[in-house]
């Protein structure tokens, strides 16, 4: 039963574009939204998170965008440079110290 | 910075072997976790601690156990490796108690092989 999911294994987009990965959960409990970027070799490390009492939250060139009614988040990512190129998941909280991560989404931006 | 650092990089037992995969963390973190990561299924928890001796299963606890004696290093065992435990170990900290829990940081993993 995966709570968790990232539809895209996948995605390829030009240097000095906007990447868009998304998300979908199940679980109306998650009240707490991560995206964690890995490269290969390395663990993954955290990148932005949102509370659901908000429904964007920015950093630099990433942004994340909660909709709470459709349970669906994505990440921008703008303009995308060829050191974006990873695998991103996302991941949910319920409150308590435990993530829920997503599949993963491959992301490869070609210079 | 945080550091969470794994004993291997890349580990290769026979079916049957017990394993032990070690991690330390030298910040302090309270929480301590124990994932697989497989192609096409993501990150999934196997356990996790709160605390020295204390101990929680995740989604995926068979076939596994773990250890914490002390606050830094947690440890996940094998007690007979299988074919299906082929996969990339990755162990993670946080801290306790705030909304930043939530924010853990992670070693690099341990890709181990059964044969």
């Known amino acids: 039963d995966q709570q968790v999911k990232q539809n895209s294994p996948s995605l390829s987009v030009q240097e000095g574009r906007i990447s868009i990965l998304n998300c979908d959960y199940t679980?109306?409990?998650?009240?707490?939204f991560l995206w964690y970027k890995k490269y290969p070799a390395e663990g993954p490390t955290f990148l932005i998170s949102?509370?659901?009492?908000?429904d964007k939250n920015e950093d630099g060139r990433f942004t994340v965008f909660l909709n709470k009614s459709a349970k669906h988040l994505s990440l921008h990512i703008v303009p995308s440079q060829p050191g974006d190129s990873a695998v991103y998941f996302c991941?949910?909280?319920?409150?308590?110290?435990?993530?829920?991560f997503g599949t993963g989404t491959r992301l490869t931006i070609i210079p | 910075d945080v550091k969470v650092t794994q004993s291997s990089r890349y580990l290769v037992k026979r079916t049957g072997e017990k394993v032990f995969l070690e991690c330390v963390q030298d910040?302090?973190?309270?929480?301590m976790f124990w994932y697989r990561q497989d192609p096409g299924l993501g990150l999934r928890l196997i356990y996790f601690?709160?605390?020295?001796?204390?101990?929680e299963k995740g989604d995926i606890p068979e076939g596994y156990s773990v250890s914490r004696e002390k606050k830094e290093r947690f440890s996940l065992i094998l007690e007979s490796a299988s074919t299906n435990q082929t996969s990339m170990y990755l162990c993670?900290?946080?801290?306790?108690?705030?909304?930043?829990?939530?924010?853990?940081?992670f070693g690099p993993g341990t890709r181990l092989t059964v044969l």
């Open positions: 993670a900290s946080s801290v306790w108690g705030t909304r930043s829990y939530n924010e853990q940081f």
């Open positions: 679980n109306s409990m998650f009240d707490y």
């Open positions: 949102i509370s659901s009492i908000k």
């Open positions: 991941a949910a909280s319920p409150s308590n110290e435990k993530l829920t």
């Open positions: 910040m302090d973190h309270e929480n």
């Open positions: 601690s709160y605390d020295v001796k204390m101990k």
